[in-house]
């Protein structure tokens, strides 16, 4: 057994395609790696195919060259207990220059010199720096690494370097050199926690001066002309400062300036604030209690008229039992009536005088035996007294239901035909007359104008809603786009200010399934969408209340832009399979992934978690652009892709990361889960994830290990995103920021793929340059222009061959079977590559 060739060097340019090659002899069915500086090549395509029963010939893959794939490569085998491994290639990656030194944004004293630091690397070598002041050299070129000395500057100004080498240039970042100033003064000063003797202080620093905070100071005095000042110096970056052994009852005023490197800023104006003055001393006398049937009358006697102040409050009770509070009550008079207790336990009262500086001394306890046995019977415990009453209301409301049904029945036949027959008079004969039937009110009940001060929703989304609350009568709603268990999306023409019209989307909850509670949430759903900015997130235009009869509760209405081509799952499976089928390519594909993660990530930054991300919640305007959207409104409108387990609400399972489905955990890592199904969906146009596993089944289907199947015509580097998004580590999923970065790559490379030359080959084997003709692969495959070698050899790669792939989402044999496809197609791919690169060398 051995591996033919002999090493060579290999410079390629960055970006290029490269395959390098080795060839083995004299050993059936190897275990063939490939190795990069003493390590395994993970992640990247890797096949060896037979060429006859003890001739092999592995090939390595790389669609893209960066830097970091700069080493040395070869081929290892392990053979009876020994590793052989093939001559090494070492393959160089040239282009324009890498920084490894960037200039950094700094601060400076006016006219203070100050240096800047820039490096930057090949191959190829040398590179030399030339720096720049806003548009205007400076200095001379310097080789890297380069240091630029500046004397001095009065006003900030910005700084960059370029790289130069004989590929080309490469620009750095550009830095900002602020001045340095003195600070403003504190702003937002407030007093909190007063009490007799002690107060504190917070405040938020104003404008540093582009220096940082070294401390603040604290002036205290009685009065703001008072020439006792108490004076503090507090280390920051703690704002705030507790002022003790105040004297109560008093008048104070406050003042803080902060300081830097540079000098103190002017003093705030005097806040002023008052000590409370002193909790009452004395203790209420002669507690005692009257027992009625259902409650306790508590009596005391008050405060001497002497001991009577103006800030007098009233007297607190407190009632415990079990050594537990029960209740507080403030009371004006001396007498309090007490109802909330439990008659068959022990019940310890006791009473202080109160005042604005707090509560006096308690009084004694008073404590009221149970009551174990009243009239020969336990008594019931406190709260069972409402039974009866139940009962009675609903013994009532029957009552009422039945007469209602029997006047409504007499009252539908009187309509109809009035009293048509009367009583048999004279000779027996019935007596038929006539009397008109009542009359009724056709016109509707009144409509009552709903706004957010008659819903009931909290004041703090009263505050967000108010300045987005559109009336009902500035839109008219259209045709039904889409409805669901809980609501339903409609066209509509929005009315705007200038007398225009514009076209929206609105949604709505269901009219007959819905509460106060719903509306809330509803709203509060959408007033998180009122921030929102970002061309790839859907923006909230408004929201309405569409009035109803007296006594109902509104219906209320989200409205958001409207979309051309509605959501991106129906137009995906409108594609595939719609009436009309068309195609999508795969760069559009990307632009859709690309677009969704531009969103999320601008969520995420927004610290807001979407927790339903799929294909169904990104919408499609007319330009193609996708926004990501129902940032929880989803489930009031859909109900098909959730699960709801016992009573908990509906969830999308088949887009649920592992930690959402085990420990109810959301996060940006559990959004990440969702984006790469959603990928998944983009690439096999709408088809349903994990089809045939039930949702109940879901969490153990992942936990062992088993993720979605690579789609037939999915790129490596796609699924390879997003076997990454499904780690079952959170942590180690890739960020929006990542997917997005590495989305937009991959469609660049295919748009520079498709105008490129052929990949490059390079075989081990062979110690001429890559653009040589390749002997052992001739000489291996021998006439390639003979039919039956021809077929020969592609029978033998498809019954032979080796695929090695990165283990993320193994784990299967179904999966195997995506591995042996895709090695296939990829084997002979390779043997059609390789003649026709035999045909224009040699």
Known sequence: MKFTGSPIKLKVSQGQPVKLN????????????????????????????????????????????????????????????????????????????????????????PNAPFHMACAAVGPPEPVTIVWWMGDSRVGLPDISPSILNVSGINQSAVFSCEAHNVKGLSSSRTATVQIKAMPLPPVNVTVTQVTSYNASITWVPGFDGRSPLRSCTVQVAESHDDQDISTEVIPVPSFAYGLQGLQHSTNYSVRVLCTNEMGSSPFTDWIYFQTLGLAPSSIPQNVHVIQGESSLILEWEGVAPEMMKEDLLGYKLEWSQDNVTQGEMIVLETTANLTTWNPLKDLIIRVCILNSAGCGPWSDPLVVAAQEVLGGQRQPPYGTSWVPVALGILTALVTAVALALILLRKRRKETRFGHAFGSVVGRGEPMVHFRAARSFNREGPELIEATLESIGISDDLKTKLKDVLIQEQQFTLGRMLGKGEFGSVREALLKLQDGSFQKVAVKMLKADIFTSSDIEEFLREAACMKEFDHPHVTKLIGVS?????????????VILPFMKHGDLHAFLLMSRIGENPFNLPLQTLLKFMIDIASGMEYLSSKNFIHRDLAARNCMLDENMNVSVADFGLSKKIYSGD???????????????????????????????WAFGVTMWEIVTRGQTPYAGIENAEIYNYLIS????????????????????????????????AMLKLQLEMIRGRMSTLSSSQDPLYVNIGTDKEASGCDPALHTSFGDLDNEENVAGAAAAVTSNYRYIMSPLCLGNDAESERHSDAAEGEARSLLHELEMEGEKSC
């Open 22 to 109: 080795c060839t083995l002899e004299g050993m059936e069915d190897p275990e063939m790696l490939w190795m990069k500086d003493g390590a395994v090549v993970q992640g990247v395509d890797q096949v060896y195919i037979p060429v006859d029963e003890e001739h092999w010939i592995g090939f390595l893959s790389l669609k893209s060259v960066e830097r970091t794939d700069s080493g040395k490569y070869w081929c290892q085998v392990e053979y009876r207990g020994k590793k052989e491994e093939s001559q090494q290639v070492w393959l160089i990656v040239e282009g324009v220059p890498y920084f490894t030194v960037e200039p950094q944004d700094v601060s400076v004293s």
């Open 545 to 557: 209340l569409r009035s109803r009869p007296k006594g109902r509760l509104p219906i209320p209405m």
């Open 642 to 672: 959730y699960y709801r387990q016992g009573c908990a609400s509906k969830l999308p399972v088949k887009w649920l990361a592992l930690e959402s489905l085990a420990d109810n955990l959301y996060t940006t890592h559990s959004d990440v």
């Open 705 to 736: 290990g088993n993720r979605l199947k690579q789609p037939p015509e999915c790129l490596e580097d796609v699924y390879d995103l997003m076997c990454r998004c499904w780690h079952p580590e959170p942590k180690f999923r890739p960020s929006f």
